[in-house]
């Protein structure tokens, strides 16, 4: 949500000045942020945005465990086919599939190193998909760093300002520079911590997904590599 409330289009943003003359949404947030809000930030939101969606499509147990290709193994398992049960774990190159597939290379040299060929592939798919979730912390740790260097910037504007000003604060331009200024500094905090909660989160969902899938994924390919013994039996 708050992705999305961040992202919303300026037109949407952008409310008419109060009857108070309040500064418009969109000036107060975006605008007022300066170029470390407008060239890394918004940016920054954008590209979590896009990288939750894309996970959220593609890290899914219908996409990583196929009903349909856990099917086609159990029947062609229990015939006791295993040349036919990997080509067909070979084609389809998902996480079951790959898993598998290394599994029944490896038949032929005993339970042990079927075993251990499981656990190897297992750990590669999982070290896989946490490589690319890892995007999403990056993206959360980096935003509120960022947003303390705006802060920083506008601070150091803030100050200089005030050491230059002639007239003093009860001078009103000095006055509405330095309030751009601090501004610029609080601005830029925001962004970070708005980017970074949702990141974060969404990180750590993703994470429990992974680990889920992979403990399922494992217990699956083993009750399929075990179906050939059973087909012998």
């Known amino acids: 949500m708050s992705y999305a409330l961040a992202m919303g289009s300026p037109p949407m943003l952008a409310a008419a000045n109060g009857p108070g003359g309040e500064i418009p949404i969109f000036q107060h947030f975006v605008v007022a942020g300066g170029w470390v809000t407008w060239f890394v930030l918004i940016p920054l939101s954008?590209?979590?945005?896009?990288?939750?969606?894309?996970?959220a499509l593609?890290?899914?147990r219908s996409s990583l465990l196929p009903s349909s290709l856990i099917e086609e193994l159990q029947e062609t398992l229990r015939t006791g086919n295993a040349p036919a049960a990997a080509a067909?774990?070979?084609a389809e190159g998902g996480m079951l599939g790959t898993v598998v597939y290394a599994g029944l290379s490896r038949l032929g040299e005993g339970a042990e190193a079927v075993r251990a060929a499981l656990d190897d592939a297992i750990e590669g798919q999982t070290a896989r998909l946490?490589?690319?979730?890892?995007l999403l912390n990056i993206i959360g740790n980096v935003s509120p760093m960022v947003g303390l260097f705006g802060t920083v910037v506008g601070m150091i504007r803030a100050f200089n300002r005030m050491a230059g000003m002639e007239g003093g604060m009860a001078n009103a331009s000095n006055a509405a520079k330095l309030s751009g200024d601090i501004s610029i500094a609080f601005v830029n905090t925001f962004w970070g911590l708005l980017i970074a909660v949702p990141a974060l989160t969404i990180f750590a969902m993703f994470r429990n997904r992974v680990e889920a899938i992979s403990e399922e994924c494992s217990?699956?390919?083993?009750?399929?590599i075990n179906a050939i013994g059973e087909?012998?039996?």
């Open 130 to 134: 946490m490589r690319r979730i890892e």
């Open 231 to 233: 087909a012998k039996a």
């Open 88 to 90: 067909a774990s070979q």
């Open 46 to 55: 954008f590209i979590g945005l896009a990288l939750a969606i894309h996970y």
């Open 219 to 224: 217990m699956v390919a083993e009750r399929l």
């Open 58 to 60: 593609t890290i899914r």
